[in-house]
């Protein structure tokens, strides 16, 4: 029987096949190493077909560099939540190595009460909790990490574009526990000064009232001008002692909203008893069609408060003779209240600064109307307790709508 040779081109075949699987392996080994030192790009989880796995050689070297010395914790994590790929950072931060935080769940990290609004910041839900930036698809939360040194982190999201099937969202972590520690630290200081400040400015405004009422003698007209003149200032000073002691209070959480279900209607025309006099004055109109039925399930003098800063704030930035309107409607999940006027509008940029402390925008009148810059942070803050959320719609010189939603 003859013996039959291999063609030459079968051998050629087969060393190439050889070689094909040997350069796998040298990729395979390359991954297992690069996912034991955190480097690699990204690991994309699929079916077995499907299934692809990229490493250090196919990686960007400048971008991984710059990835990996951020302060902040990087990822990207698909539609499930489970991290395709992390930063060294973020395993620092969680106390775990890299190649167990790769393939985990990225909820599965944060305390049992956070995993809930984690999911809904990955499914982008609407949450209270959660702030939506200018861009449609970026989102933020701000949460604890658990662990033994307590560790307050925001988490930024943003859509990736559909390049990766796998790759859904990219994820920024940014531990912001030392400037939450300045901000308290702050914050107690300002509360202590304003308690300091408040005992001897009520000292003051005893006496003064005591003069004015005649407990030292009768005074003449000339007298009682100066002492009005330096009530009033009194007056002012302490509502602003008080206004910085209500700020410290809630931003400290000690401060809480006790609901109870209540007549919208009731609460608005509270409200506009309070401010008709200013109303009257500047000759405007305010008209409210709410159902006297309408009913709502809040803290009755906070959401006074609340609506009160926006009202008197529609009167001030409105000409004489307009006209500020009050509309609420109930949906089946939520009760809508909003308070339009005609006044000189808010310009788009300055949408968001307008609920921060201390804020007062530029505008045709700004120079003449006086405030702290606090009412419509308080505003914010008030209806957020309670679970729900204010919006403004305005434009320069077209006037201003502000809507609040509040959670029935």
Same mark, same amino acid.
């Given at each position: 029987?003859?013996?039959?040779?291999?063609?030459?081109?079968?051998?050629?075949?087969?060393?190439?096949?050889?070689?094909?699987? &040997? +350069?796998?392996? *040298?990729?395979?080994?390359?991954?297992?190493?690069?996912?034991? !030192?955190?480097? /690699? %790009?990204?690991?994309?989880?699929?079916?077995?077909?499907?299934?692809?796995?990229?490493?250090?050689?196919?990686?960007?070297?400048?971008?991984?560099?710059?990835?990996?010395?951020?302060?902040?914790?990087?990822?990207?994590?698909?539609?499930?939540?489970?991290?395709?790929?992390?930063?060294?950072?973020?395993?620092?931060?969680?106390?775990?190595?890299?190649?167990?935080?790769?393939?985990?769940?990225?909820?599965?990290?944060?305390?049992?009460?956070?995993?809930?609004?984690?999911?809904?910041?990955?499914?982008? &839900? +609407?949450?209270? *909790?959660?702030?939506?930036?200018?861009?449609?698809?970026?989102? !933020?939360?701000? /949460? %604890?990490?658990?662990?033994?040194?307590?560790?307050?982190?925001?988490?930024?999201?943003?859509?990736?574009?559909?390049?990766?099937?796998?790759?859904?969202?990219?994820?920024?972590?940014?531990?912001?526990?030392?400037?939450?520690?300045?901000?308290?630290?702050?914050?107690?200081?300002?509360?202590?000064?304003?308690?300091?400040?408040?005992?001897?400015?009520?000292?003051?405004?005893?006496?003064?009232?005591?003069?004015?009422?005649?407990?030292?003698?009768?005074?003449?007209?000339?007298?009682?001008?100066?002492? &009005?003149?330096?009530?009033?200032?009194?007056?002012?000073?302490?509502?602003?002692?008080?206004?910085?002691?209500?700020?410290?209070?809630?931003?400290?959480?000690?401060?809480?909203?006790?609901?109870?279900?209540?007549?919208?209607?009731?609460?608005?025309?509270?409200?506009?008893?309070?401010?008709?006099?200013?109303?009257?004055?500047?000759?405007?109109?305010?008209?409210?069609?709410?159902?006297?039925?309408?009913?709502?399930?809040?803290?009755?003098?906070?959401?006074?408060?609340?609506?009160?800063?926006?009202?008197?704030?529609?009167?001030?930035?409105?000409?004489?003779?307009?006209?500020?309107?009050?509309?609420?409607?109930?949906?089946?999940?939520?009760?809508?209240?909003?308070?339009?006027?005609?006044?000189?509008?808010?310009?788009?940029?300055?949408?968001?600064?307008?609920?921060?402390?201390?804020?007062?925008?530029?505008?045709?009148?700004?120079?003449?109307?006086?405030?702290?810059?606090?009412?419509?942070?308080?505003?914010?803050?008030?209806?957020?307790?309670?679970?729900?959320?204010?919006?403004?719609?305005?434009?320069?010189?077209?006037?201003?709508?502000?809507?609040?939603?509040?959670?029935?």
């Amino acid at each position: 029987m003859k013996a039959t040779k291999t063609p030459a081109k079968a051998v050629h075949q087969q060393t190439e096949e050889i070689e094909t699987l &040997r +350069a796998r392996l *040298r990729e395979a080994e390359d991954t297992i190493e690069a996912i034991r !030192e955190g480097a /690699v %790009d990204a690991l994309v989880i699929g079916n077995h077909e499907r299934q692809r796995v990229y490493t250090l050689q196919t990686a960007d070297y400048t971008y991984r560099v710059l990835i990996e010395s951020m302060n902040q914790a990087a990822l990207t994590i698909d539609r499930k939540g489970t991290i395709l790929y992390s930063n060294s950072q973020f395993s620092r931060m969680v106390d775990q190595p890299l190649e167990q935080v790769i393939g985990s769940s990225l909820p599965s990290f944060f305390k049992l009460q956070d995993k809930a609004v984690v999911l809904d910041l990955i499914a982008q &839900r +609407a949450n209270p *909790r959660i702030s939506t930036s200018s861009s449609q698809s970026g989102c !933020e939360l701000e /949460v %604890d990490l658990p662990g033994d040194s307590l560790m307050t982190v925001i988490i930024s999201a943003t859509r990736l574009p559909d390049v990766e099937a796998n790759a859904y969202m990219g994820i920024i972590i940014t531990d912001i526990s030392e400037r939450k520690k300045s901000e308290k630290a702050k914050d107690e200081f300002i509360s202590l000064a304003s308690h300091q400040l408040r005992t001897p400015a009520t000292g003051v405004k005893q006496y003064l009232n005591m003069l004015l009422d005649g407990y030292a003698g009768a005074l003449d007209e000339q007298q009682q001008i100066f002492i &009005r003149t330096a009530n009033d200032s009194n007056e002012r000073q302490l509502k602003v002692i008080n206004s910085i002691l209500k700020t410290a209070q809630i931003d400290s959480g000690k401060y809480s909203v006790i609901k109870k279900t209540q007549n919208l209607a009731a609460l608005v025309k509270t409200v506009l008893a309070d401010l008709e006099p200013v109303i009257l004055m500047r000759r405007q109109q305010v008209s409210h069609a709410i159902d006297d039925k309408l009913e709502v399930a809040v803290d009755g003098a906070e959401l006074c408060l609340a609506l009160s800063n926006i009202i008197e704030n529609a009167s001030k930035y409105s000409p004489e003779a307009k006209k500020i309107t009050i509309k609420a409607r109930q949906t089946k999940k939520a009760t809508v209240i909003t308070i339009i006027d005609q006044g000189v509008g808010i310009d788009s940029s300055d949408h968001a600064k307008i609920f921060e402390k201390f804020t007062r925008v530029d505008n045709l009148v700004s120079d003449t109307v006086s405030g702290s810059g606090l009412g419509l942070y308080w505003t914010k803050r008030i209806v957020a307790m309670h679970g729900g959320s204010i919006t403004v719609k305005s434009k320069l010189g077209k006037g201003t709508s502000f809507i609040i939603t509040l959670p029935l």
